[in-house]
């Protein structure tokens, strides 16, 4: 691909996120239908699988010794995150018209709050209609955020992440693979002992199997596979070898499916019509407290690599696997909540807003790290062909230096024979 193609790589994403999200706001059926087809499934499983792909045998043997990073992601997205950010919105106040249940409630009742109704609004599928007094936006927009914060990490953005920033993609799999699993146990009891939504009738009486059998073909499956097939099979060196020189297609690839999950993210948003049911007050409230929950989990997980002295790749693996929040986990859980369909589909729609923002803030972050530090990797094998010679050639002013620092020498050695001069300068220091 060249210079172009890694340029692409590192600017495509935030643009195609852009593109992708208007065409997809005014035209929500193609995106719609294709994820009916299990087509974000499809997406998800092609991260796992390039990521796969990149590793080697020697990169894991290298993960092993290092545990400070592993132990580190699994305290983070198993307890100090998830509780950062149900503590955090519990702060919020929002729609102050919702009222309690009963001190006893019915039986099947799985939640402790009952969000306002207006009689003239009974057939919409909406339980907050839009306010009149002021109020920033439903009770449901901090519930569905809790939901969010407190899910696991974010496989697929996270490895895209990780891959364009030079991460340690070996950490990042280890990172995501035990919370990933662990999540239908923890994730609802997290839930239900800091969060006011309830859910212990629904956790107590839902099957997990199916969503762990789930997780396991779409992200373990593929992962290992690509794995095999990049690294393990003595047969497959020359493919290896193909995917180190063009790292910069396989970062389009991971960007293209990437753009593909945010267009069928906000394809559903447009067509389910859900924000007509709010002010856009409460709608850009909700996407101001998505920016929040983000930024608060980026500075807690940059802040703990620091105090841990992770290396570089490692720190950066880490920080984004801890910070990336999943969106299915967090949809399916709210679909079992035993409340109206009005609720579900505003607790849903801030996860949707919030997976977007994520997406959105971690492509601008990579850009800006990448245009204030240095380049990419990718992007230096990518540009223009150049010779060994030439990559190893000393910038301008090292080119000086050594020049002054020639001239020097042969002003001292005036007085030396000149067909030795001659030799010294012809075998000299610039190169």
């Known amino acids: 691909m060249g210079k172009h193609g890694a340029y692409l790589a590192i600017f495509g994403l935030p643009l195609g996120l852009v593109i992708a999200g208007v065409q997809a706001w005014f035209w929500p059926v193609p995106g719609v239908e294709i994820d009916r087809i299990y087509g974000g499934q499809v997406c998800i499983g092609c991260i796992c699988l390039l990521s796969g792909l990149h590793l080697t045998t020697e990169d894991v043997k290298k993960a092993n010794k290092r545990p400070r990073p592993f132990l580190w992601g699994l305290i983070s997205i198993l307890l100090v995150s998830p509780l950062a950010a149900i503590e955090l919105l519990n702060l919020v106040p929002l729609d102050t018209d919702a009222t309690p249940t009963p001190a006893t409630p019915t039986p099947g009742t799985t939640v402790d709050w009952q969000p306002a109704r ?79 939504i309830g859910l212990e009738a629904r956790f107590t ?36 070898t193909f995917i180190r020189k063009h790292r910069a297609a396989f970062q389009n690839a991971f960007n293209t499916f990437l753009v593909l999950l945010a267009w069928m993210v906000v394809s559903k948003i ?49 920080v984004l696997m801890c910070s990336l929040k999943i969106l299915p986990t967090s949809l399916v859980l709210i679909s079992l909540l035993d409340t109206d369909r009005g609720a579900r589909d505003l607790m849903s729609l801030a996860c949707r807003f919030a997976y977007l923002v994520q997406l959105m803030l971690s492509a601008l972050l990579s850009l800006l790290l990448l245009k204030c530090g240095r380049g990419s990797a990718m992007l230096e094998n990518s540009t223009s062909p150049q010779s060994a010679s030439e990559e190893d050639m000393p ?26 001069a001659e030799g010294e300068t012809s075998a000299g220091l610039l190169y």
């Open 118 to 196: 207006n009689t003239s609004n009974a057939n919409s599928s909406c339980s907050y209609v839009k306010s009149t007094k002021g109020q920033l936006g439903p009770q449901e927009f901090v519930y569905g955020l809790q939901i969010f914060g407190a899910g696991p990490c974010a496989t697929s953005a996270a490895f895209v992440f990780t891959m364009l920033l030079d991460g340690d993609l070996t950490m990042a799999g280890m990172v995501t693979a035990v919370p990933t699993v662990a999540a239908f146990w923890y994730y609802p009891a997290l839930l239900n002992w800091r969060s006011n």
């Open 395 to 420: 910038d301008n002013d090292t080119f000086a230096l050594h020049l002054i620092m020639h001239l020097a020498q042969a002003l001292a050695e005036n007085d030396a024979d000149e067909e030795q």
């Open 270 to 318: 447009s067509e389910e019509k859900v924000y007509s049911c709010v002010d856009t007050s409460a709608l850009l409230y909700l996407i101001g407290m998505a920016v929040l929950l983000h930024l608060l989990f980026l500075i807690i997980n940059s802040l703990a690599a620091r105090m841990v002295c992770l290396k570089k790749e490692d720190a950066l693996a880490v």
């Open 205 to 240: 009486g839902a099957s997990w199997g199916f969503l762990i059998t789930e997780q396991i073909l779409i992200v373990v499956v593929p992962f290992l596979f690509g794995f095999i097939l990049g690294s393990n099979l003595p047969a497959c060196t020359e493919f290896s």
